[in-house]
């Protein structure tokens, strides 16, 4: 009986996929053993055509188009103006001596942010990861603890940051019960910058660091028997044995950061909304902002900040690709 | 066998028939407090008069009517009515209900004044476009208990700017409340201060000029109140771009002493408030120029794009009625925009005297006006003077430009946007 229940499905879908054997015979013999590869893979490429490769057409389009409207037939050819409104500056290192200020604080931002939160999330991530490799007690509920800001939505994680932050929020009323002053954290230009890095650590240093972990622990273990026999140092067994095994999965780390930071977007339009000013303002608010939030709406300008911002993230998806593949080839 | 056929047949007919004369009408509606709740309550009336029409209502954030609507119009879709602010930047978008109204000389009667600020397509545009559910009209409002308590007197009607803000800073000070004044983050609230102390706004064509003497004089002075702590700080500052920010919970906990705001947040605060302390709207602070506030206000409007115009503008004649408006209004204790109701007034039954005496303070307000408060209301781009105000003059507060500076992009931003819109 229960080889009867067991061998039913397999037998109707034997009889199924048995439907599509002679159709596929002779779809082979049309096409030829090599050309059927692209019959199974037309319906991937066709959705993939419509869901990603138009968009992206589009958007060159928009980029080169101007006025508020949306419908393409309505709105003129200005060729290359958006793209070099977006670049006209007297000194890159100025944004104010730029025709587009705006674009320029948050590309500056979005750097700053980038070298100083990937920089600090990998260093964070490493230590944490070292430590959580060790023996120590508790160890799965740490390694859970530190997970669990990645599971909570960007939207949660800035709410609550906001209502510990916010001039009379928990992090002033605990600074006021020590008898110390309280700072107005999220309306000073230096600590919103601050607090935007220290709460994008906290939301997603967990995934990192699993990462990382993983990467510790697929390191065999003799090689640090080896090195202990051999009576090497601590630093010496980190140094020498540790970063260079563990290397392939830092750059995994450091280039899935660098492309998450540049895109980094909700949590800080939460937190701080791009403020105070443009203190926080970063590229995809930028792009946001120009193109929905903003009246009339310049489809055109902010089709051409997404374009110069996915040539950077192209760059470093090709950076990433190259390293998995020197990694894939040992 | 042949009958049953031919029964089924005309059966099928009759229920197609009807499904054809059946509509459904889509309507977005936001609220500041219970405007959807108390529509939806109209809307059985509307129904049993109209057999056959249905109307959905999508109650949905501020936001997604000031972002995520525009988008969907401009790309011919969306609900088949929305209740809106942005009157004349989605005039284009409106359909004119006249044909299918029973007496469009009433409703201009009525609504005449605000129906010109969706006419948007010359002199010779007699269409009406919006249902007008909501007249507002920005200003202060005071904490009076902490007035008391501090045992300085409210200022007169006719007091300047600089007299309010002395008295709040004073009150703020002898009681050790957090904050003096507050101001929404919008360039609309920012726009009666500025044209009370002289911007006009609009050339003698009008054309926008935004940047004059009367502006850059209010620009200089929020800002140095901002910088001096005068102003909360946190609400200009504290945020980016144009995001609007409001300073209704400081007000309604009392950490606040003066709040420039408007008419729409009366119930929110006779809600939030209760008896916790005294509160009142007084009347616009003076400028050089004038005392003004800026009218403004939400109406519930059709789109061209709608497949049962005939039921739309069936719907907005019924909402535009005399008796309906009223009891939406006794409902959301807002003030009537129709000019029958506005003369004969409206029984807010359930308004507590807190609530009444700023409805009238309000209501009183608007009809002293600056002409210029309602030319800027009704002009179709003023979303993009609003947006460079709000952006700019942050700038200039957290210090990334100075004042000039600001100004000076607030033209180009102002320019840039008309030529886009153009």
Request: net charge neutral; hydrophobic share 50%; proline share 4%.
């Amino acid at each position: 009986m229960l080889a009867t229940v067991k061998t039913a499905p397999y037998r109707l879908v034997s009889a199924a996929f048995g439907l599509f054997e002679r159709p596929m015979l002779a779809l082979q013999k049309m096409t030829g053993a090599q050309r059927i590869a692209w019959v199974f893979l037309l319906p991937n490429l066709v959705i993939f055509s419509l869901f990603t490769f138009l968009p992206i057409a589009l958007n060159g389009i928009y980029a080169t188009t101007g006025s508020d409207r949306i419908l393409l037939s309505e709105r003129p050819f200005v060729g290359l103006d958006n793209f070099a409104s977006l670049l006209a500056c007297q000194n890159y290192l100025q944004p104010n001596s730029c025709e587009r200020d705006i674009f320029w604080r948050a590309v500056h931002n979005t750097g700053y942010f980038v070298v100083v939160q990937v920089g600090l999330m990998v260093l964070f991530s490493l230590l944490t990861a070292l430590i959580l490799n060790r023996n120590i007690p508790l160890r799965g509920f740490f390694r859970g603890v530190f997970f669990y800001p990645v599971l909570l939505s960007p939207v949660v994680v800035a709410l609550i940051w906001k209502w510990i932050l916010q001039r009379f929020g928990v992090l002033n009323a605990g600074l006021e019960g020590l008898g110390m002053p309280t700072v107005n954290w999220l309306v000073e230009a230096d600590w919103a910058f601050f607090w935007i890095v220290f709460v994008s650590i906290w939301a997603h240093m967990g995934f990192y660091t699993l990462i990382l972990l993983a990467g510790l622990q697929a390191i065999p273990g003799d090689v640090y028997e080896a090195a202990e026999m051999d009576g090497a140092s601590r630093w010496r067994v980190f140094s020498r044995i540790t970063m260079p095994l563990l290397v392939p999965t830092m750059v995994v780390v450091i280039v899935l950061s660098l492309i998450r930071a540049v895109q980094a977007f909700d949590e800080i339009f939460v937190l701080t909304g791009g403020g105070p000013g443009s203190a926080t303002l970063l590229l995809l608010q930028y792009i946001y902002e120009t193109g929905f939030a903003f009246r009339p709406q310049l489809f055109g300008v902010a089709a051409a900040a997404s374009m110069l911002m996915a040539a950077v993230l192209l760059v470093l998806t090709l950076i990433q690709l190259r390293a998995a593949r020197s990694q894939a080839e040992g | 066998m042949k009958s049953r056929i031919l029964l089924s047949g005309i059966a099928f007919a009759a229920l197609a028939a009807s499904q054809a004369a059946a509509a459904e009408l889509r309507f977005s509606c936001y609220q500041d407090g219970v405007e959807c709740d108390a529509w939806a309550e109209q809307m059985k009336t509307f129904e049993a008069e109209n057999p056959g029409t249905t109307v959905k209502i999508d109650v949905v954030p501020y936001k997604s009517i000031v972002e995520g609507l525009p988008v969907q119009l401009a790309s011919g879709e969306g609900p088949d009515l929305a209740r809106v602010t942005d009157l004349g930047g989605l005039a284009k978008y409106m359909l004119d209900i006249s044909p299918y109204v029973k007496d469009a000389a009433a409703l201009e009667a009525s609504y005449g004044r605000t129906l010109a600020w969706t006419r948007v397509n010359g002199p010779d545009d007699k269409g009406i476009y919006s249902i007008m559910d909501q007249q507002t009209a920005t200003g202060p409002y005071v904490n009076k208990t902490l007035f008391d308590q501090a045992g300085v007197a409210l200022p007169a009607k006719g007091a300047t700017y600089e007299q309010w803000v002395a008295a709040a800073k004073e009150v703020a000070e002898k009681t050790k409340t957090p904050y003096a004044v507050a101001m929404d983050r919008t360039g609309h609230r920012f726009a009666g201060p500025a044209i009370s102390y002289g911007a006009k706004y609009f050339d003698a064509e009008g054309n926008p000029i935004t940047v004059d003497d009367g502006y850059r004089a209010f620009a200089k002075q929020f800002v140095e109140w901002n910088n001096d702590g005068t102003f909360a700080r946190d609400v200009w500052a504290g945020s980016g771009g144009a995001t609007y920010q409001d300073a209704a919970k400081e007000f309604i906990n009392g950490s606040l002493v003066m709040y420039i705001s408007g008419s729409w947040q009366i119930g929110r605060f006779g809600r939030d408030i209760g008896d916790a302390f005294d509160w009142v709207a007084v009347p616009a602070p003076c400028g050089p120029a004038a005392c003004t506030g800026i009218p403004g206000g939400a109406a519930v409007v059709g789109f061209k794009h709608t497949k049962s115009p005939e039921e739309v503008g069936k719907l907005l004649d019924f909402m535009a009625r005399e008796e309906v408006q009223a009891a939406v209004l006794a409902k959301t204790k807002n003030i009537p925009a129709n000019q029958v109701l506005q003369a004969k007034g409206i029984d807010y039954v359930n308004a507590s005297d807190a609530e009444k005496a700023a409805l009238r303070t309000f209501a009183e307000s608007l009809a002293e006006f600056s002409p210029i408060a309602f030319q800027f209301q009704g002009y179709k781009n003023n979303r993009a003077i609003m947006n460079a105000t709000v952006t700019r003059i942050t700038q200039a507060i957290v210090g990334e430009s100075t004042l000039d500076e600001a100004l000076a992009r607030i033209d180009a931003d102002v320019k840039e946007a008309l030529a886009a819109a153009k």
